[in-house]
């Protein structure tokens, strides 16, 4: 779960981590409320702001959780699937709640030997050895942003000062999401440039990590190019027949299939399937196929690019070690600036099994 929520907990089997990482967040928010009333008690002031009486945490204690709980419905609005995070949206209700010390997440994987029992006694003994399984893992960083306001500010002269720090608020969720999400694709890398190594585990991202089934979509792989309106429907149609099948039949994934393409391509398969104007679109044509039961437009995708995943197979989840929440910084100083930090730790797991088939798809030219 990447906010806070009772209710949202319960529907996901996630509650009790939740409310545990809400707890450290309130560890947080408690030991740094001081700076939280000094903002509140500036902001609040009418007239010349230099003069603000000053307010104690302690006097203060309803006023900042009204404050934090606005905050908090914030992250929840900003959740809320409608947004331009389309492969977000989507991964949203898969994500599971680990604890914030869980900085990696381990998870098996198996193989079948092919074999089982049949019998009318049922006492030939049982296939103990029909499973085996290896394990694999994902780092759980924590990906934050700020805001801040500087301790002569002139927005404290303003009766806007709030509405200045909610706004601030809300752009730094944004742009958490937009980290994340540029993790998801990217994957992490360090201030050298080269993909980060943590506990002997790295993400590429879904365009780069081994994880992922990388298809070439030009001259030299399926040479098929979704974008181009030079390419005939019957093409299209085939070419992603084909596509489709390097999940089901090379790697027998056969769960629907959800697949996120370009701005490009989403234009391309617009059009009508053939000079009929009354036939239908190529982009209807394709979802008859088997197995495919969505094609949508992603931000992170350019040109000839697409991603699959079968949302219902259990294979790829984000794993949060703590719902994106704000809070205070302490304010050591009579001049220390009022800043805020907005923060979580989201990590995704992309599964192959133990023969290395994959279940992710991304294709490319």
């Given at each position: 779960?990447?906010?806070?929520?009772?209710?949202?907990?319960?529907?996901?089997?996630?509650?009790?981590?939740?409310?545990?990482?809400?707890?450290?967040?309130?560890?947080?928010?408690?030991?740094?409320?001081?700076?939280?009333?000094?903002?509140?008690?500036?902001?609040?002031?009418?007239?010349?702001?230099?003069?603000?009486?000053?307010?104690?945490?302690?006097?203060?204690?309803?006023?900042?959780?009204?404050?934090?709980?606005?905050?908090?419905?914030?992250?929840?609005?900003?959740?809320?699937?409608?947004?331009?995070?389309?492969?977000?949206?989507?991964?949203?209700?898969?994500?599971?709640?680990?604890?914030?010390?869980?900085?990696?997440?381990?998870?098996?994987?198996?193989?079948?030997?092919?074999?089982?029992?049949?019998?009318?006694?049922?006492?030939?003994?049982a296939a103990l050895d029909a499973k085996s399984y290896t394990f694999d893992g994902t780092m759980v960083p924590i990906h934050d942003s700020g805001f801040k306001f500087e301790w002569r500010d002139p927005i404290f002269n303003s009766p806007s000062a709030l509405q200045s720090?909610?706004?601030?608020?809300?752009?730094s969720v944004e742009d958490v999401q937009r980290r994340y999400v540029d993790y998801i694709y990217n994957g992490f890398r360090d201030?050298?440039?080269?993909?980060?190594?943590f506990d002997g585990l790295t993400w590429k991202g879904l365009k780069d990590d081994e994880r992922v089934?990388?298809?070439?979509?030009?001259?030299?792989?399926?040479?098929?190019?979704?974008?181009?309106?030079?390419?005939?429907?019957?093409?299209?149609?085939?070419?992603?027949?084909?596509?489709?099948?390097?999940?089901?039949?090379?790697n027998n994934q056969y769960a629907d299939q959800t697949w996120y393409v370009s701005g490009e391509i989403i234009s391309n398969l617009e059009r009508f399937f053939s000079d009929n104007y009354q036939s239908g679109t190529v982009l209807a044509e394709l979802l008859k196929l088997t197995g495919v039961a969505a094609i949508k437009e992603d931000s992170q995708l350019t040109g000839n690019e697409i991603v699959i995943i079968p949302l219902g197979a259990g294979v790829v989840a984000p794993i949060v070690g703590?719902?994106?929440?704000?809070?205070?910084?302490?304010?050591?100083?009579?001049?220390?600036?009022?800043?805020?930090?907005?923060?979580?730790?989201?990590?995704?797991?992309v599964?192959?099994?133990?023969?290395?088939?994959?279940?992710?798809?991304h294709a490319s030219s």
């Open positions: 779960m990447f906010v806070f929520s009772k209710s949202i907990g319960e529907k996901t089997g996630n509650l009790d981590v939740n409310q545990a990482q809400f707890r450290v967040l309130e560890a947080n928010r408690t030991a740094n409320a001081q700076a939280a009333a000094d903002f509140l008690a500036r902001a609040n002031w009418r007239g010349d702001a230099e003069s603000a009486p000053g307010l104690d945490a302690v006097n203060a204690v309803d006023d900042i959780r009204r404050l934090y709980r606005a905050y908090d419905t914030t992250v929840l609005q900003q959740f809320e699937p409608n947004t331009e995070f389309t492969l977000l949206n989507d991964l949203m209700p898969l994500s599971r709640s680990v604890r914030l010390e869980q900085s990696r997440y381990d998870y098996a994987r198996t193989g079948g030997r092919g074999w089982a029992h049949t019998s009318m006694s049922g006492q030939v003994g720090q909610a706004d601030s608020q809300r752009g201030k050298a440039g080269n993909f980060a190594v089934m990388q298809i070439d979509l030009g001259a030299t792989g399926l040479n098929i190019d979704f974008s181009s309106a030079a390419v005939s429907s019957a093409d299209l149609r085939n070419g992603a027949i084909a596509l489709r099948d390097q999940m089901r039949r090379i703590q719902a994106i929440g704000t809070v205070a910084e302490p304010r050591p100083h009579y001049n220390s600036d009022y800043i805020w930090r907005t923060w979580g730790a989201m990590g995704l797991m599964k192959q099994d133990i023969n290395s088939k994959y279940s992710v798809i």
